[in-house]
């Protein structure tokens, strides 16, 4: 395994390829999401993490998020714009 392999054999500038493309195709497809991205692979904000996540999941349809039929994901409880639970 390479020195500078931060995780599963990818090296860093492996990682920021990916992430560099990624943005590319966000910026063609769904430019709106495009901080969301930048600010979850910056490390800077765990909530922009599950947000672009839920976003990308349901090809950046923002509405398709808050009625996830997905709820054995680990972030289903976790995902924006979900209804608010009523408590009984």
Do not use: H
């Amino acid at each position: 395994m390479k020195q500078d392999t931060p995780f599963r054999g990818y090296s860093a500038a492996e990682i920021e390829l990916k992430r560099a493309n990624r943005l590319a195709d966000v910026q063609r497809d769904a430019p709106r999401y495009v901080g969301t991205f930048r600010r979850a692979y910056a490390g800077k904000s765990l909530r922009a993490a599950v947000n672009a996540f839920c976003v990308e999941c349901v090809s950046f349809d923002a509405a398709s998020v808050a009625e996830c039929t997905a709820p054995a994901c680990p972030l289903w409880e976790y995902r924006p714009n979900r209804p608010r639970r009523v408590e009984v």
